[in-house]
């Protein structure tokens, strides 16, 4: 069994640290604007980045590595705020496309103000352009 390292362990405990605290730290924004909780930005972002066309719930599924269940309760919360619609083709549920509406649109340039000024602040704010291409470039590795 390999053994990592106390540097590589400590690495590892401060990139959770750190995720959790800014994910926390954004969703206390996000709330307090009395906008949609983060995770429904990414889903709505990928809708309208689809297009006209729409996409299909498990392409959400893999593009934001969410679970199956967990994608269909959040289009399910989605669909009765009236930010997506879904078309289903034919008699199977698991046959539709997702579109995003007018109010959905309206919502991720709401919360993008928040979210933008939040990644001004706290990563731009903090981090040179440099040490930002250093951290994207290091965090790429590990991908």
């Known amino acids: 069994m390999k053994t990592p390292s106390k540097e590589t362990q400590a690495a590892w405990r401060a990139l959770l640290s750190v995720s959790k605290s800014l994910v926390e730290s954004i969703e206390r924004d996000l709330k307090a604007a009395d906008l949609a909780p983060l995770a429904w930005y990414d889903v709505l972002l990928e809708i309208e980045k689809a297009g006209k066309d729409g996409i299909r719930p498990f392409e959400l599924q893999e593009r934001l590595l969410l679970p199956q269940y967990g994608m269909s309760r959040l289009l399910d919360r989605m669909d009765t705020a009236g930010l997506i619609q879904r078309e289903t083709f034919g008699d199977d549920r698991r046959g539709q496309s997702v579109f995003l509406t007018p ?15 939040f990644l001004a602040d706290r ?18 590795k590990l991908a």
């Open 123 to 140: 990563i731009g704010g903090v981090l040179s352009e440099t040490d930002a291409v250093a951290l994207r470039d290091l965090l790429r």
């Open 103 to 117: 109010e959905g649109k309206a919502m991720r340039d709401r919360i993008w103000v928040v979210y933008a000024g």
